[in-house]
T-cell receptor, first 115, second 111 residues
């Protein structure tokens, strides 16, 4: 079974631009979560999707948004990029997510650099 | 607020020795705890988990201990190998929709 796939692997953008990151979960997994990882802040929760619905959102500005498609694939978008958005963006999937106690399966991430 | 933290940000051990990575959590409502390992250039990978109704759980070369009285979690790695060099994260869930991660501990294994 294929793992969680994130594309692209690397991205370089300039301030003010927008970016879209893609995540394909493990087949059969319906929950997709997104995390931002930086050296200073560690892994910070962005949001979680299930059946095309956002169930929970972390403490990030509205410039960060996401969506999930009917095949469970997910995208996240960051608009009006700032230098501080430079980070590794990780996608994780699980069967049901939500309030169930499940481990997360992570992709290798998208490394975003904002210049 | 919620937080999961680590006592030591960096741990250096000799190959073959046992490693112990510690973690403190603040949410007494947390009922599920997980350890992840992250190698360079990869996303975190599941190592072992434990539910709040247990004190200890063993895997292959790894053991997780949970002390709910002092809200402390630890990961023990037996006979540490160079391939164990990575950043280790503890994480918790408190029945909500998100898994909260600690700051991480970097483990160096000296040959």
């Amino acid at each position: 079974k294929a793992g969680v796939t994130q594309t692209p692997r690397y991205l370089i953008k300039t301030r003010g631009q927008q970016v879209t990151l893609s995540c394909s979960p493990i087949s059969g997994h319906r929950s997709v979560s997104w995390y931002q990882q930086t050296p200073g802040q560690g892994l910070q929760f962005l949001f979680e999707y299930f059946s095309e619905t956002q169930r929970n959102k972390g403490n990030f500005p509205g410039r960060f948004s996401g969506r999930q498609f009917s095949n469970s694939r997910s995208e996240m978008n960051v608009s009006t990029l700032e230098l501080g958005d430079s980070a590794l963006y990780l996608c994780a999937s699980s069967l049901e997510g939500g309030t169930s106690n499940e481990k997360l399966f992570f992709g290798s991430g998208t490394q975003l650099s904002v210049l | 607020g919620e937080s999961v933290g680590l006592h030591l940000p960096t741990l250096s051990v000799q190959e073959g020795d046992n490693s112990i990575i510690n973690c403190a959590y603040s949410n007494s409502a947390s009922d599920y705890f997980i350890w992840y390992k992250q190698e360079s250039g990869k996303g975190p990978q599941f190592i072992i988990d434990i539910r709040s109704n247990m004190d200890k759980r063993q895997g292959q070369r790894v053991t997780v201990l949970l002390n709910k009285t002092v809200k402390h979690l630890s990961l023990q790695i037996a006979a540490t190998q160079p391939g164990d060099s990575a950043v280790y994260f503890c994480a918790e869930k408190a029945g909500g929709f998100k898994t909260i991660f600690g700051a991480g501990t970097r483990l160096f294994v000296k040959a």
